[in-house]
Nanobody, 123 residues
Framework: QAQLVESGGGLVQAGGSLRLSCAASGRTFSGYTMGWFRQAPGKERDFVATITSNSDYRFYAASVSGRFTISRDNAKNTVSLQMNSLKPEDTAVYYC????????????????WGQGTQVTVSS
């Protein structure tokens, strides 16, 4: 059974950094586009970043561009999200997801989802 498991969330002060990781198991996702989404309380799940299967293309939401970096290691079946210069508005549950589509910027394009990891940024 394919599974995505996020880790690395926590509480950090504004201006700080966190690195989220997503470990895949049950199948290889090396041929999949991987993405990160986030959902704040009472809000919809929003796109954060995506990376293609061979890492040749990465795309970020405007709100995180220049602060967040998505990367992947296909040999380890993992994807990461380095988050720098965090702001209180980055507070949300962060989800890792996988899609067979060549590029995915909307949640509906993704077939596999992790359970999420909480990120809280204090002011």
């Amino acid at each position: 059974q394919a599974q995505l498991v996020e880790s690395g969330g926590g509480l950090v002060q504004a201006g700080g950094s966190l690195r989220l990781s997503c470990a895949a198991s049950g199948r290889t996702f090396s041929g999949y586009t991987m993405g990160w989404f986030r959902q704040a309380p009472g809000k919809e799940r929003d796109f954060v970043a995506t990376i293609t299967s061979n890492s040749d293309y990465r795309f970020y939401a405007a709100s995180v561009s220049g602060r967040f970096t998505i990367s992947r290691d296909n040999a380890k079946n993992t994807v990461s999200l380095q988050m720098n210069s965090l702001k209180p508005e980055d507070t949300a549950v962060y989800y890792c997801a996988a899609t067979a589509a060549s590029l995915g910027r909307t949640a509906t394009e993704y077939s596999y989802w992790g359970q999420g990891t909480q990120v809280t940024v204090s002011s």
